[in-house]
Structures are given as structure tokens and as C-alpha cells.
């Protein structure tokens, strides 16, 4: 029993910072175009304020939508390595289509290409919240890992000791071990979501800027179709965004407000009007005190 309970441990020393798959984020999710006056999905989970219309082409899906939460332990919800299988039922006869009016063509395509995984890795802003919060993330897995150490100690000590103790003992010792793997599993799992929660609230920043600044690099240049690069299979130069959309975002979002080490982004007080954290904020020095001539 002590075993499985130290399994369960083990599994946590896994954890992975939620930034650390640069693919993920990098990749950019979703099919990543821009078509005008389309609706666009709102980031998740955090809010962000609300931004003036503009004219511009828009984003019909958030290629670069924030990070999914990695999964739990098998034990604390489930195995993640099972996946829903397909449907295969008769579906009901489809209904018929009617022929549609002729109604007015559209635009002719003004095309531009824009590499989402290329602008975050010159991204000044990116780059510096991807080393503080993958510095936190490997703290987590050696503190993890010392803690998985600690309780295959324990429980080899107590399979050593086991047949010297009354079953009083034992039942106590097995109840101390079982309560400080739980203890484990609940510290690490909490400080893992709020790593995750960190990673998102920071790509909540840069996706509203880049999606910001690739619309008017887009406008800037008579284009009204950005596609993502990834899924074109080759193109030149002249249609590609990605140098002016990484240079505008490094001057305007040189960096970016990361909740401080074991705060969630939740936890923490509305932006100021600059657009940062007011606890992120570093309070003024005190100014010392002006020494007063004696007459």
C-alpha cells in the first residue's frame, strides 16, 4: 500500500512548466487567419480590457490561444491517456439544400503570411517570462523529487522496522506516511496550477498585443488575409509579416507582468491604468530624511 501511495508522489516529479513546450504556444493553435469584421473568441479565463473597434481585419480563431492546463495525476483525476472513441451510429437522412441566390462576390484576397512561433522566440517579452517561470517549474520538480526521495526513505525504514512494531505502531506509521504523500500530491499539484495559471495570464498579454500589432501591420500593407505560415507550404519574402510584427511587439511589449512565485494570477489586485499588476508594481523607495542645519 505505502508503495502505490509513493507512486502516486512520483508521478508528480514529472511536472512540466506550462510554457516549457515552446511548441504548444509556439505552434500557434488553431487555423490562425484573419478575414475583416469577423467575431473574435475571447481569451480564457482571464480578462482583459476591453479594446476600441477597429476597422481592420479580424481574427476568426485565436491561433495563439493560451495554454491548456497539463493533466493531473492518473490517480487525482483519471487517466489522462484515455481518449473518447468516435461515434459510428446511422445518422438520419440529411435534409436537402436549396439552390442559394447569387449574392456579391468577395474581395479579391491581399495575402500575408505570419510565423507565430518566429515572433515569440525574438519576442523580448516572451523570452524573459519563458526563463522566470521554467526557473520556478524546475525548483518545483527538485523540490518534487526530494520529497519522493524522503518517502521512499520512510517506507523502506518502516518495511525494516515493521515486524519490531505493535500493531498500534503500525497502523500509525502506515496513517503517517499515507498523510504526508496526500500533503505532497496536494502541495506540488497547487504550486503546478499556479505555474499554469502564471503562463497563461502572461500569453493573455502578448496574444492581445501581437493580435493588436498584426492587424495593423496588416492594414499598413493593404492586406486583408493573414494566413499562418505553418500550414502554407511555401511562399517568399514579399508576403511575409513576421519581421515587422516581431519588431512593432518588442517596442511596444517589451516585457510583460509576471505574478510573483506562488501567487495566481486570480489572487491578484485589477491593472492599473498602465496595464500592470498593482502588486507587480515595485512600491517607490522612501525618501531619506534632509538633515536640518543647527543655527
Known amino acids: 500500500m505505502v508503495h502505490k501511495r509513493l507512486h502516486g508522489v512520483g508521478a508528480i516529479a514529472a511536472l512540466a512548466l506550462v510554457l516549457h513546450s515552446g511548441g504548444a504556444l509556439a505552434q500557434g493553435q488553431g487555423n490562425g487567419w484573419f478575414v475583416p469584421n469577423q467575431p473574435q473568441q475571447q481569451p480564457h479565463r482571464t480578462q482583459a480590457p476591453p479594446r476600441q473597434p477597429q476597422s481592420g481585419p479580424r481574427q476568426v480563431q485565436?491561433?495563439?490561444?493560451?495554454?491548456?492546463?497539463?493533466p493531473?495525476?492518473?490517480?487525482?483525476?483519471?487517466?489522462?491517456?484515455?481518449?473518447?472513441q468516435q461515434l459510428q451510429v446511422q445518422l438520419p437522412p440529411a435534409p436537402d439544400v436549396p439552390p442559394i441566390a447569387k449574392g456579391p462576390a468577395t474581395p479579391a484576397a491581399i495575402i500575408g503570411i505570419l510565423s507565430v512561433p518566429d515572433v515569440l522566440r525574438v519576442s523580448t517579452a516572451y523570452q524573459a517570462a519563458y526563463k522566470e517561470l521554467n526557473g520556478r517549474a524546475q525548483k518545483l520538480n527538485e523540490d518534487a523529487q526530494k520529497e519522493q526521495a524522503t518517502l521512499r526513505d520512510m517506507g523502506q525504514s518502516f518495511a525494516t522496522d515493521r515486524a519490531k512494531l505493535s500493531p498500534e505502531q503500525i497502523r500509525a506509521k502506515e496513517r503517517e506516511i499515507q498523510e504526508r504523500a496526500t500533503e505532497a500530491q496536494r502541495k506540488f499539484g497547487e504550486r503546478n496550477?499556479?505555474?499554469?495559471?502564471?503562463?497563461?495570464?502572461?500569453?493573455?498579454?502578448i496574444n492581445r498585443t501581437m493580435e493588436t500589432v498584426a492587424q495593423q501591420v496588416a492594414l499598413s500593407r493593404g492586406v486583408n488575409l493573414v494566413l499562418n505560415r505553418a500550414q502554407i507550404l511555401g511562399t517568399t519574402a514579399d508576403f511575409d509579416l513576421t519581421p515587422a510584427v516581431a519588431e512593432v511587439l518588442n517596442k511596444v511589449l517589451p516585457s510583460v507582468v509576471v505574478p510573483p512565485d506562488g501567487v495566481s494570477p486570480l489572487a491578484m489586485a485589477p491593472p492599473s491604468g498602465d496595464g500592470k499588476a498593482a502588486d507587480a508594481a515595485p512600491k517607490p523607495a522612501a525618501e531619506p530624511a534632509k538633515a536640518t542645519k543647527k543655527p
Do not use: F, H, K
Not at 485565436?62 to 497539463?70: G, K, Y
Not at 493531473?72 to 473518447?84: F, H, N, Q, S, V
Open 62 to 70: 485565436n491561433q495563439m490561444a493560451p495554454p491548456s492546463a497539463l
Open 193 to 205: 496550477r499556479i505555474i499554469q495559471e502564471a503562463g497563461q495570464y502572461v500569453m493573455a498579454q
Open 72 to 84: 493531473l495525476p492518473a490517480e487525482a483525476g483519471g487517466d489522462p491517456g484515455l481518449t473518447p
